[in-house]
């Protein structure tokens, strides 16, 4: 308002020729002043108004971040709880094709992975489904002649990981596999536990969904109420995060995790990790076949049931 009172002011007055002159040059030599500072307003406002390009969940979630690393405090927010139920199921290893069947009913979006090629060298295979097909893939399974060994219920809290035991390590010995720069390496770990870790991340501003992340590890069996002693047990843990997979999952959404081949090797991660070598009883009643001890091969579904926010 004072601008429009001046300008009003300089209109009644009725300014002379020789001053509209004087203010013309002033103005035509203060132009370049103002052509400057409104380019640099101009680029300031643009730059502020720049929205980041979204990242992939693997470089919001580091694999990197989940190995034990001390005291270090965690970052990120977590969800209340998330409830999985997670199924093993042995299938003879005469049968293993008959899972190439599921892999095709199922799909491979949303999962990441931390190296794909990693991970199929590692003879890992991992696909995603919905409550549509589950009873589907269970049916497959039981045609298969797959049978169901162990049925966890985990609730994973507050951030913290939990680990599924996999296969005893009765001594110490050296676990080949293919780490993220495709180089084969070995962990010399024993005896423990050879498992699946499973961690739970809240997606920011979003309910009814979570980061999971799962990767094998090697830990120790037990856990120390001495922090001394239980950070020591966690330097001895080994992940292998080459062969980690990661989603975002809903209620109803469910993991597919078995073997890409069979593998009998039990110094190879994936041999460990899926080949039950000295094998099972198997029994088909549908199929009228006598009880038959055959070598097996584990699978895995990872079913989330439920997310509190």
């Known amino acids: 308002m ?22 013309h040059s002033a103005l035509h ?12 307003v101009l680029c300031f406002c643009l730059g502020g108004c720049a929205k980041p390009k979204e990242e992939p969940i693997w470089e919001k979630v580091k694999i990197g971040d989940l190995a034990p690393s001390g005291d270090r405090t965690p970052q990120a927010k977590f969800v209340k709880s998330i409830n999985l139920e997670i ?13 190439d069947k599921i ?20 003879s890992f295979l991992a696909r995603f489904g919905q409550l549509d097909v589950w009873n589907e893939v269970r049916s497959m399974l039981i045609a298969a002649d797959g049978q169901e060994v162990v ?39 024993g005896p423990g536990i050879l498992g699946l870790r499973i961690k739970g991340d809240e997606v920011p501003d979003r309910t009814g969904i979570c ?35 990661g989603l975002r999952m809903s209620p109803g959404d469910f993991v597919f995790l078995a073997p890409k081949e069979y593998v009998s090797d039990q110094t190879s991660l994936g041999g460990l990790f899926f080949s039950n070598v000295p094998g099972r009883m198997f029994f088909n009643a549908a199929n009228r076949k006598p009880p038959e001890h055959k070598t097996a091969v584990r699978v895995f579904l990872l079913a989330c049931t439920r997310i509190d926010d």
Not at 29 to 40: D, G, Q, R, T
Not at 103 to 122: D, G, H, M, T, V
């Open 2 to 23: 004072i601008r429009a009172l001046q300008i009003a002011g300089v209109l009644d007055c009725g300014p002379k020729t020789s001053d509209l002159r004087g203010r």
């Open 29 to 40: 030599l203060l132009s370049p002043v103002f052509c400057i500072l409104y380019s640099v």
């Open 87 to 99: 199924y093993v199921i042995e299938v003879p290893a005469d049968n293993i094709d008959d899972l």
């Open 103 to 122: 892999r095709k009913k199922l799909r491979i979006r949303p999962l990441k992975l931390k190296n794909y090629q990693a991970f199929s060298a590692n």
């Open 151 to 189: 049925k966890v219920s985990l609730m994973l809290s507050d951030g913290q990981p939990e680990t599924l035991a996999i296969t005893a390590l009765d001594r110490t010995q050296t676990v080949f596999y293919t780490a993220a720069d495709g180089s084969r390496q070995g962990a010399n770990v």
């Open 211 to 245: 980061d999971v992340t799962a990767y094998p590890v090697f830990s120790l069996p037990t856990k120390n109420a001495i922090p001394q002693l239980e950070a020591q047990m966690k330097r001895r843990e080994f992940p292998f995060t080459s062969a980690a997979l």
